[in-house]
Nanobody, 121 residues
Framework: QVQLVESGGGLVQPGGSLRLSCAASGSIFSIYAMGWYRRAPGKQRELVARLTGGGSTNYADSVKGRFTISRDNAKNTVHLQMNSLKPEDTADYYC???????????????WGQGTQVTVSS
């Protein structure tokens, strides 16, 4: 069993910063890509940022230059540093990872439970 647990959400004023973290735990053999998605009220879930095992990154156009994804492979953790936050960044943020569980031959996709980010004055 593999679990992803997010932390770091909360309420922040426009222009402020937050750092989200996601820790993967359980029967993990290896982790390929890790990333963050978000779902704003009334909208579909969208990719925010993704980081492959090889170090390639992919960002949504709306967050480029403001958000930075990073990863600690030794701790099976991915972070999302969010700067210059805007009200439109308000959403539930979800961690996502492609994980090869111990004893398995291929990766499966896993989701965290989500953490809420509210940007408001």
């Amino acid at each position: 069993q593999v679990q992803l647990v997010e932390s770091g959400g909360g309420l922040v004023q426009p222009g402020g910063s937050l750092r989200l973290s996601c820790a993967a735990s359980g029967s993990i053999f290896s982790i390929y890509a890790m990333g963050w998605y978000r779902r704003a009220p009334g909208k579909q879930r969208e990719l925010v940022a993704r980081l492959t095992g090889g170090g390639s990154t992919n960002y949504a156009d709306s967050v480029k230059g403001r958000f930075t994804i990073s990863r600690d492979n030794a701790k099976n953790t991915v972070h999302l540093q969010m700067n210059s936050l805007k009200p439109e960044d308000t959403a539930d943020y979800y961690c996502n990872a492609d994980v090869v569980p111990i004893g398995m031959q291929r990766a499966s996709n896993y989701w965290g439970q989500g953490t809420q980010v509210t940007v408001s004055s």
